[in-house]
Structures are given as structure tokens and as C-alpha cells.
């Protein structure tokens, strides 16, 4: 694409903001053919641009005064904050002013606000937030990660369908395999939803159905794209998100102590390669999947390199037409 996609950031979202919210801005107009829109109080976010050296035209600042907290209550914060920045970058989603939004801020705000600002496409009955998760063979794509705690068979089959589009168009994965969260491999297991959900994802035309999978089989990259209610994928999320670094923990202190501290000095590059596999400030943050524009979600302690990646997602997502590509899938 010729024209540079814009991406509207909230700049006051988040536990370091708007520091390194600012500087992931700088960071990714300086690598990424894009245009950002920072959102939220000028005289603070000013006084953060004002430490570095960037290309002007490629940053805007429009003044946001009031910040929802992560103690809100979402609806009824999106209602009274009309000021706020997670209101005002969304409105600008909504209006055409920018192609995507990006926010560290309040989950449950920015997925209200999402619904009732920005608008579930037409035919999507439930928009799903995804989440990559690194694996032995690269990452698969989870779907739903907490937008949606309570789901029929009808959305799981959805997600199946957008969390395909996605894959294919932005990992290059022809035909992703898909598979549904169980507890056993079997057709026959699972609870009343994840049974009327196999049926469906078995009939389906549209996706490539690889049957279920348990959550010790995530890790190994047997699918592409998983399937499960929101609560069980937001669990899956953060269980891996714990152990993962667990293990780094402890690994690191097993290579660093006593006869070990000799070997640690040759394995520090491998170390860092692995840590990086597992550190989510590669992909930026989670996408809100089923929406007229892109919303993203950006864990709430990101700093630059997160916000970039978060940005570079976006730019990303737009290029390759994922709105359109999901219409004509649903």
C-alpha cells in the first residue's frame, strides 16, 4: 500500500505511560510506514516527544483531558468519560480518522468501549480478543482469550473462521489448522458446548478442522488456531504466561549458581533466544477480532518495544484487509 495507515494510541493507557507509550510511537514511525495519532492529555505526551528527534509530520497529538482507570467500572466509565482517551481514539476509529486503535489501558473499558463505539461487523455475533502463544514450532493463535466468558457453539465456530483469516494473512499459514480446547482428544468428550462445537467445526467448509486438543498439547504446535469460551482461554493465557516465566527463573538460577557459573557465560545467547520466544512484547498485544476496525489490546505494563509491536500489528492487520476478508469468510 501506497498510503500510510494511521493507528490512534492511547497515550495515557497503562502502567508506563505515557513514557513508553511515546517513545514505542517514535520507535515505530522510524521502522514502520505509519502515522500516529497520540491520544490524551498534550502537555504531558508534548513533553515526552519533545526528548527525541523524529519526522514530524508522522505524529499527531490530540488532546485527550480525562483517563479511565483500571478500578472503573467499564459501561459506565465509556458513558461519563466522554474526554477520556480510550473514548477519543476509538471515536477516531469510528469516524475514519484512523485505521486501528492501540491501548494499554483498562481491559474491560477498551472491550466495552470497542462494542459500543467502534461496532461488531455485520453477521459476527460475539467479536473474540486473540492472543498468540509461542509453541515448539513457532505460535498458534487462541481464540477467545477473555472477551467472551460465557459462549454458544455458534461464536466457537465463528472465532474458528477469523482466527483462520488472521493466521493465514498475517503468519502466511495456507489453510491453518484449527482445533478445539478439551480435555480429551476424542469426538465424544467434552461438555454439552464443546460437543455441539465439534459438530459444527466438523461440518464446516470454511476452515480446516484438525479435531480437539488438550491443553498439555498447545506447547507442541499441533494447530494453528485454538478454540475455546473465554474463560478457558483467558485461564490457558495466563497459566502459560505464569509458567513460562517460571521456568526461565529457574533455569537461569540453576545455570548461574555453584560449578554451572563457567557454562553460564556460553549459554547466555541461547538463553536469550528462548526468552525472547516466550516474551509477549514481540507480538505487541491481542487483537479484538470480529469488529468494523482493528482494536488492540496491549498488556497493561508494555513498554516501547511492546507499543511498537502493537503498532507494527496494526499496520499489519490493515494492509492485508482482514475486516473485508472476514466479511466475505462470515
Avoid: W
Avoid at 511515546?22 to 515505530?28: L, M
Avoid at 474526554?83 to 486501528?100: M, W
Avoid at 478442522?209 to 498439555?216: D, L
Avoid at 537461569?252 to 509477549?280: C, H, Q, W
Amino acid at each position: 500500500m501506497d498510503k500510510k495507515v494511521i493507528v490512534a494510541l492511547d497515550a495515557m493507557g497503562g502502567d508506563l505511560a505515557p513514557v513508553e507509550v511515546v517513545k514505542g510511537a517514535v520507535d515505530a514511525i522510524k521502522e514502520l510506514k505509519v502515522v500516529i495519532k497520540l491520544v490524551g492529555r498534550q502537555e504531558a505526551v508534548n513533553a515526552e516527544l519533545a526528548k527525541y528527534e523524529y519526522p514530524k509530520e508522522c505524529i499527531q497529538v490530540i488532546h485527550a483531558e480525562e483517563v479511565i482507570g483500571t478500578d472503573e467500572v467499564p459501561t459506565s466509565a465509556i458513558r461519563r468519560k466522554k474526554n477520556s482517551s480510550l473514548v477519543v481514539g476509538l471515536n477516531l476509529v469510528k469516524n475514519g480518522e484512523a485505521d486501528a486503535f492501540v491501548s494499554a489501558g483498562s481491559t474491560g473499558a477498551l472491550l466495552t468501549g470497542a462494542l459500543l463505539i467502534v461496532g461488531r461487523l455485520e453477521g459476527v455475533e460475539r467479536p473474540a480478543l486473540g492472543t498468540c502463544l509461542p509453541t515448539k514450532t513457532g505460535v498458534t493463535f487462541l481464540l477467545d482469550s477473555g472477551a467472551n466468558v460465557d459462549c454458544k457453539a455458534k461464536y466457537l465456530e465463528q472465532f474458528a473462521k477469523m482466527g483462520s483469516v488472521y493466521v493465514e494473512n498475517i503468519f502466511g499459514k495456507k489453510q491453518p489448522k484449527v482445533a478445539l480446547v478439551n480435555i480429551g482428544a476424542e469426538k465424544e468428550k467434552g461438555n454439552a458446548l464443546t460437543k455441539e462445537a465439534y459438530e459444527l467445526l466438523e461440518v464446516s467448509e470454511d476452515i480446516n478442522f484438525a479435531g480437539n486438543i488438550e491443553p498439555r498439547s498447545i506447547p507442541f504446535g499441533d494447530a494453528d488456531v485454538i478454540v475455546c469460551d473465554g474463560f478457558v482461554g483467558n485461564t490457558i493465557l495466563k497459566l502459560a504466561e505464569g509458567l513460562s516465566k517460571t521456568l526461565i527463573d529457574i533455569i537461569k538460577e540453576e545455570i548461574t549458581a555453584g560449578a554451572y557459573k563457567f557454562a553460564a557465560a556460553m549459554l547466555k545467547t541461547p538463553f536469550k533466544n528462548v526468552k525472547k520466544r516466550f516474551d509477549s512484547d514481540e507480538i505487541g498485544g491481542a487483537p479484538f477480532i470480529g469488529l468494523k476496525s482493528l482494536v488492540v489490546k496491549a498488556h497493561g505494563n508494555s513498554n516501547a518495544r511492546a507499543i511498537k509491536n502493537a503498532v507494527r500489528q496494526c499496520v499489519l492487520f490493515t494492509e492485508a484487509d482482514i475486516v473485508e476478508k472476514i466479511k466475505d469468510k462470515l
